[in-house]
Protein backbone atom coordinates (compact mmCIF):
# COMPACT_ATOMS: atom_id res chain seq x y z
CA UNK A 1 0.00 0.00 0.00
CA UNK A 2 1.42 3.31 -0.74
CA UNK A 3 2.50 5.67 1.70
CA UNK A 4 1.50 9.49 1.95
CA UNK A 5 4.37 12.02 2.97
CA UNK A 6 4.51 13.86 6.33
CA UNK A 7 4.05 17.69 5.77
CA UNK A 8 7.03 17.44 8.69
CA UNK A 9 9.42 15.34 7.02
CA UNK A 10 11.15 12.23 7.41
CA UNK A 11 14.22 10.44 7.58
CA UNK A 12 13.93 9.40 4.27
CA UNK A 13 14.55 13.00 2.56
CA UNK A 14 18.02 12.42 1.57
CA UNK A 15 18.83 15.43 2.64
CA UNK A 16 16.42 17.80 0.59
CA UNK A 17 15.24 19.62 3.65
CA UNK A 18 16.68 21.59 6.32
CA UNK A 19 15.40 20.66 9.95
CA UNK A 20 13.23 22.62 11.98
CA UNK A 21 16.17 23.65 14.58
CA UNK A 22 18.42 24.27 11.36
CA UNK A 23 18.74 28.38 10.55
CA UNK A 24 20.49 28.18 7.11
CA UNK A 25 20.64 31.38 5.81
CA UNK A 26 21.57 30.53 2.34
CA UNK A 27 18.05 28.67 2.21
CA UNK A 28 15.76 31.65 2.49
CA UNK A 29 15.08 34.02 0.99
CA UNK A 30 16.35 37.41 1.79
CA UNK A 31 14.07 40.06 3.72
CA UNK A 32 12.29 42.38 1.02
CA UNK A 33 10.94 45.73 1.43
CA UNK A 34 7.88 44.60 3.83
CA UNK A 35 10.46 44.40 6.35
CA UNK A 36 12.87 47.18 5.30
CA UNK A 37 13.26 48.82 8.75
CA UNK A 38 11.90 46.63 11.04
CA UNK A 39 14.04 44.03 13.74
CA UNK A 40 14.73 40.75 11.43
CA UNK A 41 14.20 37.29 13.25
CA UNK A 42 17.39 35.45 12.75
CA UNK A 43 18.68 32.31 14.55
CA UNK A 44 16.88 30.75 17.47
CA UNK A 45 14.07 33.94 17.13
CA UNK A 46 13.27 32.60 13.47
CA UNK A 47 13.56 28.74 14.83
CA UNK A 48 10.84 29.05 17.38
CA UNK A 49 8.43 31.55 15.25
CA UNK A 50 8.72 29.20 12.38
CA UNK A 51 8.22 25.74 14.61
CA UNK A 52 4.78 27.34 15.73
CA UNK A 53 4.02 28.43 12.56
CA UNK A 54 4.31 24.58 10.92
CA UNK A 55 1.63 23.66 13.85
CA UNK A 56 -0.53 27.13 13.03
CA UNK A 57 -0.49 25.92 9.49
CA UNK A 58 -1.04 22.23 9.98
CA UNK A 59 -3.99 23.09 12.23
CA UNK A 60 -5.68 25.41 9.65
CA UNK A 61 -4.62 23.04 6.57
CA UNK A 62 -2.21 25.39 4.87
CA UNK A 63 -0.89 23.31 2.10
CA UNK A 64 1.35 24.08 -0.70
CA UNK A 65 -0.54 21.75 -3.41
CA UNK A 66 1.86 21.96 -5.89
CA UNK A 67 4.30 20.13 -3.32
CA UNK A 68 1.81 18.43 -0.98
CA UNK A 69 3.13 19.78 2.20
CA UNK A 70 2.59 21.86 4.83
CA UNK A 71 3.65 25.44 3.74
CA UNK A 72 6.03 25.87 6.70
CA UNK A 73 7.84 23.64 4.86
CA UNK A 74 9.04 25.44 1.94
CA UNK A 75 11.66 27.39 3.97
CA UNK A 76 13.38 24.02 4.45
CA UNK A 77 13.16 23.13 1.11
CA UNK A 78 16.86 23.61 -0.12
CA UNK A 79 15.24 23.27 -4.01
CA UNK A 80 13.87 26.23 -3.32
CA UNK A 81 16.17 28.42 -1.35
CA UNK A 82 14.77 31.72 -2.08
CA UNK A 83 11.11 31.18 -1.48
CA UNK A 84 9.15 31.03 1.81
CA UNK A 85 8.65 33.43 5.13
CA UNK A 86 10.88 35.65 6.33
CA UNK A 87 9.30 37.39 9.75
CA UNK A 88 10.55 40.99 11.47
CA UNK A 89 8.97 42.21 14.52
CA UNK A 90 7.49 46.12 13.13
CA UNK A 91 9.14 48.81 15.30
CA UNK A 92 6.19 51.51 15.59
CA UNK A 93 8.77 54.94 14.85
CA UNK A 94 7.81 56.53 12.20
CA UNK A 95 11.85 56.29 10.14
CA UNK A 96 11.08 52.99 10.81
CA UNK A 97 7.57 52.42 9.61
CA UNK A 98 5.26 55.45 8.28
CA UNK A 99 2.68 52.12 7.48
CA UNK A 100 2.83 50.95 10.94
CA UNK A 101 -0.45 49.64 12.52
CA UNK A 102 -2.37 52.35 15.17
CA UNK A 103 -5.36 51.00 16.65
CA UNK A 104 -6.35 53.91 17.13
CA UNK A 105 -7.25 54.43 13.35
CA UNK A 106 -9.77 51.93 12.95
CA UNK A 107 -13.65 52.65 14.71
CA UNK A 108 -14.70 48.78 15.74
CA UNK A 109 -14.92 45.95 18.29
CA UNK A 110 -11.34 44.33 17.02
CA UNK A 111 -8.92 46.13 19.24
CA UNK A 112 -8.91 49.16 21.64
CA UNK A 113 -6.34 52.06 21.75
CA UNK A 114 -2.97 50.42 23.50
CA UNK A 115 -4.15 46.73 22.36
CA UNK A 116 -1.77 46.43 19.62
CA UNK A 117 1.45 46.60 20.85
CA UNK A 118 3.47 43.53 19.60
CA UNK A 119 3.28 44.23 15.66
CA UNK A 120 4.97 40.46 13.29
CA UNK A 121 5.59 41.03 9.69
CA UNK A 122 5.77 38.20 7.72
CA UNK A 123 6.58 38.42 4.02
CA UNK A 124 6.30 35.37 1.78
CA UNK A 125 8.48 34.90 -1.36
CA UNK A 126 6.62 32.13 -3.78
CA UNK A 127 9.07 29.81 -6.00
CA UNK A 128 8.57 31.70 -8.85
CA UNK A 129 6.86 34.99 -10.23
CA UNK A 130 3.68 33.38 -11.36
CA UNK A 131 3.11 31.20 -8.89
CA UNK A 132 -0.75 30.77 -9.00
CA UNK A 133 -1.13 29.87 -5.09
CA UNK A 134 0.07 32.80 -3.76
CA UNK A 135 -3.11 34.63 -3.08
CA UNK A 136 -4.59 31.57 -1.34
CA UNK A 137 -1.41 31.01 0.33
CA UNK A 138 -0.76 34.51 2.14
CA UNK A 139 -4.28 34.76 3.36
CA UNK A 140 -4.50 31.30 4.55
CA UNK A 141 -1.11 32.07 6.90
CA UNK A 142 -2.97 35.62 7.58
CA UNK A 143 -6.16 33.46 9.19
CA UNK A 144 -4.23 30.72 10.42
CA UNK A 145 -1.52 33.21 12.66
CA UNK A 146 -4.30 35.36 13.79
CA UNK A 147 -7.22 33.40 13.76
CA UNK A 148 -4.54 31.34 16.63
CA UNK A 149 -3.44 34.09 17.98
CA UNK A 150 -3.40 32.60 21.44
CA UNK A 151 -0.61 30.58 20.12
CA UNK A 152 1.93 33.43 20.36
CA UNK A 153 2.90 36.55 21.51
CA UNK A 154 1.92 39.07 18.93
CA UNK A 155 -1.10 41.07 18.71
CA UNK A 156 -1.26 41.13 14.97
CA UNK A 157 0.47 39.12 12.30
CA UNK A 158 0.47 41.19 8.85
CA UNK A 159 1.40 39.51 5.88
CA UNK A 160 2.71 40.76 2.51
CA UNK A 161 3.90 38.59 -0.72
CA UNK A 162 7.57 39.65 -2.01
CA UNK A 163 7.46 41.95 -5.02
CA UNK A 164 8.69 39.85 -7.32
CA UNK A 165 5.40 38.19 -7.29
CA UNK A 166 3.87 39.34 -10.91
CA UNK A 167 0.40 40.39 -8.86
CA UNK A 168 1.95 41.17 -5.77
CA UNK A 169 0.25 44.31 -6.08
CA UNK A 170 -2.96 43.01 -6.04
CA UNK A 171 -2.58 39.93 -3.81
CA UNK A 172 -1.18 43.12 -1.10
CA UNK A 173 -4.20 45.07 -1.24
CA UNK A 174 -6.18 42.07 -0.47
CA UNK A 175 -4.37 41.39 2.65
CA UNK A 176 -4.42 45.01 3.71
CA UNK A 177 -8.35 44.72 3.15
CA UNK A 178 -8.77 41.78 4.89
CA UNK A 179 -6.21 43.30 8.12
CA UNK A 180 -7.98 46.37 8.09
CA UNK A 181 -11.30 44.26 8.45
CA UNK A 182 -10.08 41.99 11.13
CA UNK A 183 -8.43 45.20 12.97
CA UNK A 184 -12.52 46.55 13.15
CA UNK A 185 -13.79 43.63 14.31
CA UNK A 186 -11.25 41.02 16.09
CA UNK A 187 -12.57 38.32 13.15
CA UNK A 188 -10.41 36.71 10.86
CA UNK A 189 -13.17 35.56 8.75
CA UNK A 190 -14.70 39.11 7.90
CA UNK A 191 -14.10 40.49 4.57
CA UNK A 192 -14.14 43.69 3.69
CA UNK A 193 -17.14 45.63 3.11
CA UNK A 194 -15.82 46.48 -0.19
CA UNK A 195 -15.39 42.63 -1.03
CA UNK A 196 -18.78 41.41 -0.38
CA UNK A 197 -19.58 41.42 -3.89
CA UNK A 198 -15.97 40.77 -5.23
CA UNK A 199 -16.17 37.99 -8.49
CA UNK A 200 -12.82 37.03 -9.08
CA UNK A 201 -9.51 36.83 -7.37
CA UNK A 202 -6.43 38.85 -8.07
CA UNK A 203 -4.99 35.67 -9.39
CA UNK A 204 -7.66 33.94 -11.31
CA UNK A 205 -9.81 36.75 -13.15
CA UNK A 206 -12.46 33.93 -13.79
CA UNK A 207 -15.42 36.06 -12.67
CA UNK A 208 -17.96 34.24 -10.23
CA UNK A 209 -15.61 31.10 -10.13
CA UNK A 210 -13.39 33.26 -7.96
CA UNK A 211 -15.61 33.91 -5.61
CA UNK A 212 -15.42 31.48 -2.58
CA UNK A 213 -18.12 30.54 -0.48
CA UNK A 214 -16.30 29.54 2.82
CA UNK A 215 -17.86 26.60 4.77
CA UNK A 216 -17.01 25.15 8.13
CA UNK A 217 -14.70 22.18 6.32
CA UNK A 218 -12.73 24.82 4.21
CA UNK A 219 -9.05 24.75 4.80
CA UNK A 220 -8.15 28.38 6.31
Not at 73 to 97: I, M, S
Not at 165 to 188: K, P
Request: proline letters at 5%.
Amino acid sequence: MPSFPSPFGSDDDNGLFDGYDEFVADDLPRPGGFLDGHDVLTGADHLAFHRLTRDCFEERKVYDMTFNYNLARLNLDTRHGNAGFRYAVERGDAAAAADAVDPADFDGDGFDDGDCDRVLRAEFTPTTPFCPQTHTLTIGAFRAWNGLSDRHEYDLVRVRAAPMHNQSEAVNDRLAELEAAYLETGDVETEAEEDAGMGSSPMTGTGDAGAQTRSTDAPF
